[in-house]
């Protein structure tokens, strides 16, 4: 008999498709064909025809060295399924269908003797016959893609099945006659939120499993009243591929043979109503290239060559060492080029102008481009725009080569509504709060996570080490800490509801941070994290285990973006200088709280965008003033106690602000543009500021601790006049002067120590190689006995218009 599709349940509708329509929860629908299964992939592919989609071996049943059979092994009926049970299977709705698919001993009544029981779903087949060591039996149509049979056998033997359409045949091993492919232990960790390699446990993990090659597809669906794989190997039918439940931890199981890398995939979840939804791997390893969003089944194969630098970052705490960043939008730094091609000329450039480290915008899986990665979907994919992971590994390694470490922002705060994606996962809030007061992030329309469920945090937790160790990430630089701390960000009265002591303070994300910091480190010597957070919550880089004031332990986070330092600091450069000595105040703050927190100063993508202008456009003046204010802004940056790090663009003094779809104008570096010496000038002055940079340990070795800077004119307002000294772990000083004047001072005295011979010129931002006046101090300066600013002794100095000077002792 010619066998009858079975329509999707709940939905009433024609088969699904092949692919995914972008974007969409449910795919469009083909033109009718003649009857498919998993294996007609063999007509759509004629190379492969005779092969099994699912395992792409040939039609011959292989010997399975099974007990011999017992006399007589012709196919008797199976006892039939239960009408509930039926609908339940077809319906995509049974919690555990290896229990009734697959192979099984029955006992009497059942049949006479010792048999086996097969019963195979195969939808839009016309026949399926047992295959084993001396066994070819036909199973018998049971209706709605269902055929079984009792044989006499002593056991269940190895077998596979010949599964007959009206077009073709094909031999596969049937997905229902294996075991769980996930341990209790997995299970047990996963149910306590303390598996710290999630990602090993949950989603499409290709394997050898009972001798036999697959993948085991693995998720966590709670809600769900049943699960099913659906991809191109089945053409997007999931009716012959349920899901099993896995005890009460809401994980879902299915090992199908014969699939392997490159195939994609999505998850049926039918919903605690009754209805379906399409939905991706949360935990996919790859992706499709947006806007398409199916899952991609992927295995690590790159070889890396980064021993050396992996055995050596942790040798030295990063708050005792060089940290200068540089900050990259990889997609559009180079628009077009692909991870390969960023790693044959980014770990160069970087390299050539002395930075330490890149920090990479967020890479994880996002469905819109102009989100600039900080809404994620695929929170353990890297971007499929520019490669595959093994593409993103390749980058990484190409850097740490060069020399350069690498920093990622990460997002946990939040994550967008798109139905194909977590939002409601499986029917019902699952990754977000079920209460809406604490789910729907009031500033993006996104959803905030439920970091108090344990699951969750162990998502992200998971997550963080995922990046690390995956794909040798040196940081994390954590986006909108400040969102994921207070209840009442961004909400008015009536908005928010207080935690259990009635205040504002988010105790689940406390708690989840602090987890998130404390396993990072654990697991990953020489790794750092950042904190992107922009208010005065006491201890953000504060260990986890020493209470504050507050009542609460550290975050844990190595560093911390000035936020303040930046605002304040950007806000005094911008005006004119004649009104600068009314805000001197806001350059000198910073020192106020500079050693609270481990500081990181960040002059990031943030300030370059939404009409901010460029760091040079806030400049006032003409263009030589605002290049030159640039200029003495960078060496006080590079001075001032933290890390610093610089947006791509603003190193070569770009004029416009930065725009994703066409990145940097490196045109203005070209040497046939008529101001390229202008901008080439400072980004020499960006080389030279790093090269002295690491050169120089006063200006970082005691970048945390009071003992490594002092005030030497810290009120010369009316001049816009900074002047301080750096000290090293030894004590040797670096001398740093700022004039925010457009005027040249002659003999402007500096107070010095008096046991220092004398004072040289390492780094002057006015020299005329970087496009300045070129007034410079080509000779030592020797102390003269007259006190000044508390010291016994002063220098005197020309200080050049809008510039920064650095002195060490000659």
């Known amino acids: 008999m010619t066998p009858r599709p079975t329509p999707d349940p709940g939905e009433g509708a024609p088969r699904p498709p092949r692919r995914t329509t972008p974007g969409a929860t449910a795919p469009r629908t083909p033109k009718p064909r003649a009857a498919k299964a998993e294996g007609a992939k063999a007509k759509a592919k004629p190379a492969q025809a005779g092969k099994s989609a699912q395992t792409g ?20 009926p199976a006892r039939p399924l239960g009408g509930e049970e039926r609908a339940r299977l077809l319906a995509g709705t049974h919690h555990e269908p290896h229990g009734v698919l697959g192979a099984h001993p029955v006992p009497a009544p059942e049949s006479p003797g010792r048999g086996v029981r097969f019963r195979v779903l195969r939808p839009y087949a016309k026949a399926v016959t047992v295959l084993a060591d001396g066994i070819r039996a036909q199973l018998l149509d049971e209706g709605d893609g269902l055929f079984g049979g009792v044989l006499e056998l002593a056991d269940v033997p190895p077998y596979r099945l010949r599964v007959t359409y009206d077009d073709n045949e094909i031999t596969v091993d049937d997905p229902y006659r294996f075991l769980p492919a996930l341990g209790d232990l997995d299970l047990h960790l996963i149910g306590e939120g303390r598996h710290e390699e999630l990602w090993k446990a949950l989603g499409a993990e290709p394997m050898t499993h009972q001798g036999v090659t697959g993948t085991r597809f693995t998720v966590w669906a709670p ?30 199981e299915l090992f199908l043979p014969g699939i392997g890398e490159g195939e994609l995939y999505k998850f049926q979840i039918t919903r605690p109503d009754g209805s379906h939804t399409m939905r991706a791997d949360p935990m996919a390893r790859r992706t499709e290239v947006p806007p398409a969003n199916a899952s991609i089944v992927a295995a690590a194969h790159h070889e890396w060559k980064d021993a050396a630098w992996m055995a050596a970052r942790a040798e030295r705490p990063v708050h005792e060492a060089p940290f200068s960043v540089y900050e990259v939008h ?40 102009g989100s600039w990665g900080y809404q994620v979907t695929g929170f353990y994919a890297p971007t499929a725009r520019l490669g595959g992971p093994d593409d993103f590994r390749f980058l990484v390694d190409a850097l740490h080569r060069a020399g350069i470490g690498v920093l990622v922002d990460w997002v946990p705060a939040h994550f967008p509504r798109d139905d194909w994606a977590l939002a409601e996962f499986d029917g019902r809030p699952l990754y977000e709060h079920e209460d809406p007061l604490k789910s729907a992030h009031p500033d993006w329309g996104t959803l905030e996570f439920d ?26 630089r954590v986006d909108a800490v400040a969102s994921m701390l207070y209840l009442d960000y961004s909400r008015e009265e009536g908005q928010w509801v207080p935690n259990e002591h009635g205040g504002r303070e988010n105790l689940d994300a406390v708690a989840f941070l602090q987890e998130m910091n404390a396993t990072v480190y654990r697991r990953n010597p020489g790794v750092i994290t950042i904190a992107e957070e922009s208010t005065a919550w006491d201890g953000v880089t504060r260990a986890t285990h020493h209470i504050g004031p507050g009542g609460f332990g550290g975050l844990g986070f190595g560093l911390k973006w000035n936020m303040g330092w930046m605002h304040d600091s950007l806000g005094y450069v911008s005006k004119e200088p004649v009104h600068r000595k009314y805000h001197h105040h806001e350059m000198t703050f910073s020192m106020v709280y500079a050693y609270s927190e481990n500081y990181v100063l960040p002059i990031s993508h943030d300030e370059v965008v939404h009409g901010k202008r460029s760091l040079v456009g806030r400049m006032p003046g003409d263009w030589w003033q605002q290049r030159a204010t640039h200029r003495a802004y960078l060496g006080f940056m590079w001075a001032h106690p933290g890390k610093q790090l610089l947006f791509m663009g603003q190193e070569f003094a770009q004029g416009a602000e930065w725009s994703e779809a066409h990145g940097p104008d490196w045109w203005l570096l070209d040497p046939s543009y008529g101001a390229e010496a202008d901008h080439r000038g400072v980004r020499d002055l960006v080389r030279d500021l790093n090269t002295h940079y690491r050169a120089e340990p006063a200006l970082w070795e005691r970048d945390t601790a009071p003992e ?54 390492v780094l002057n931002t006015d020299a005329e190689a970087y496009g300045g006046s070129g007034i410079r101090h080509p000779e030592p300066l020797k102390p003269e006995p007259v006190p000044l600013h508390g010291r016994p002794a002063s220098i005197r100095l020309t200080l050049p218009p809008l510039a920064t000077v650095w002195f060490r002792p000659a």
């Open 708 to 761: 490594g800077f002092a005030w030497v004119a810290g009120d010369a307002a009316e001049d816009n006049v900074f002047a301080f000294l750096r000290h090293d772990a030894a004590g040797n000083p670096l001398l740093a002067v700022s004039h925010f004047s457009p005027v040249v001072r002659q003999g402007y005295r500096i107070g010095v120590p008096d046991d220092v011979p004398a004072w040289t010129e």
């Open 451 to 476: 970091f108090g469920r344990t699951e969750v945090r162990n998502f992200l937790v998971a997550n963080a080490s995922y990046w690390c160790e995956e794909f040798h990430i040196d940081g994390l």
């Open 330 to 369: 990889l997609a559009s730094w180079r628009p077009g080029l692909t991870y390969r091609q960023l790693a044959a000329q980014l770990p160069a450039y970087v390299s050539d102008l002395g930075f330490t480290h890149v920090e990479l915008m967020p890479v994880a899986e996002h469905p819109y481009g």
């Open 223 to 252: 809600n769900a009243l049943g699960v099913r794989v659906v991809g191109d190997f089945n053409y997007w039918d999931g009716t012959g591929c349920p899901m099993r439940s896995l005890g009460g931890t809401g994980v879902w």
């Open 57 to 76: 071996k040939s039609g011959k049943a292989g010997k399975a060295g099974s007990p011999a059979p017992l006399p007589g092994h012709d196919v008797r």
